[in-house]
């Protein structure tokens, strides 16, 4: 919660442990509340705190909720820049596994058994006192894609791609290429055959090459803001609106557009896709679809 709480229930609903962050690691201080949610991954749930107080990532035992690792993450900053709204993602590839998180105008990651940090990638600087990164990693095995914006797409963002599995401070040497126009504010990419899907506040969508940033298309889709990330499955990628409008689209390299469906109610939450079903969650309703 935005207070610092931390709960854990079982599948009953029972309080199982609970502890607040904000009193055992530091206050928040950041503009919009905390957005990061939690990452449970192999055993452990990964945390992330970056605003203009406390900010630091960390790993607890989902068991009992003590700590197993923290590591501070202060890095260099300013005006809205220490905030943060991204979510721990983790990045699979070559035999190993990392805990990548982005804000603070950084990139970075970390290893998840304890905590050490493996790279770092700066660039996200946006020239504006409001910038600040709300959008989490993108990942496929190669490649990650971070995006930083302007608030409510009010000017230049900037959107880097890296090449995956190295190690330092990769800034420079690990960079695929960097588009610098207005980019997704809220809203993650989706990587998906070799192409990236960027979504912005406006609904305005591009589709690029993954592994030289050319754009391949770039298209509107239905009126109204987009917050929700994008999402793919079987070779589609969904793309949710405020108003309730997901659009359907055919991961290719030319834009198709398969279908456009509408619930009623206002979503911002990302669609989450588990075995078949797609559930879309509004700000009063949860919508299961499937076969």
């Avoid at 890095?75 to 820049?81: I, N, S």
């Avoid at 409510?152 to 990769?170: E, F, P, Q, T, V």
């Avoid at 406006?202 to 109204?224: D, P, S, V, Y």
């Amino acid at each position: 919660y935005g207070t610092g709480d931390l709960v854990c229930l079982d599948v009953a609903g029972k309080q199982k442990w609970a502890r607040n962050l904000a009193k055992d690691f530091g206050a928040y201080d950041i503009t919009f509340g905390m957005g990061s949610s939690p990452r449970l991954w192999k055993g452990k749930l990964y945390i992330a705190c970056m605003t203009k107080g406390a900010s630091y990532v960390a790993a607890l035992n989902p068991a009992d909720g003590k700590t197993l690792w923290k590591q501070d993450r202060r890095l260099p900053a300013k005006d809205d820049g220490p905030d943060a709204y991204s979510t721990p993602v983790i990045w699979q590839g070559k035999g190993r596994e990392e805990l990548l998180v982005a804000g603070s105008d950084h990139i970075n990651a970390y290893h998840p058994a304890n905590g050490e940090q493996l790279w770092v990638s700066g660039g996200f600087t946006i020239k504006s006192p409001y910038g600040r990164i709300i959008a989490s990693p993108a990942v496929s095995a190669g490649v990650i894609v971070q995006c930083s914006a302007n608030p409510g797409d009010g000017g230049l963002g900037r959107a880097i791609a890296l090449r995956a599995g190295k190690r330092g401070n990769i800034t420079t040497s690990s960079r695929l290429w960097t588009l610098e126009r207005t980019t997704p504010d809220s809203s993650t990419p989706v990587l998906l055959d070799g192409r990236a899907y960027l979504v912005r506040g406006n609904g305005i969508t591009l589709c690029l090459n993954l592994h030289t940033g050319a754009k391949l298309w770039e298209e509107r889709l239905a009126q109204g803001q987009y917050f929700s990330a994008a999402v793919a499955g079987d070779g589609q990628v969904y793309i949710l609106g405020t108003t309730g409008v997901c659009t359907v689209l055919k991961s290719a390299a030319k834009f198709t557009k398969l279908a456009e469906n509408t619930l009623p109610g206002t979503f911002y939450a990302t669609p989450a896709i588990s075995d078949g079903m797609i559930f879309l969650r509004s700000e009063n309703t949860l919508y299961a679809v499937g076969k």
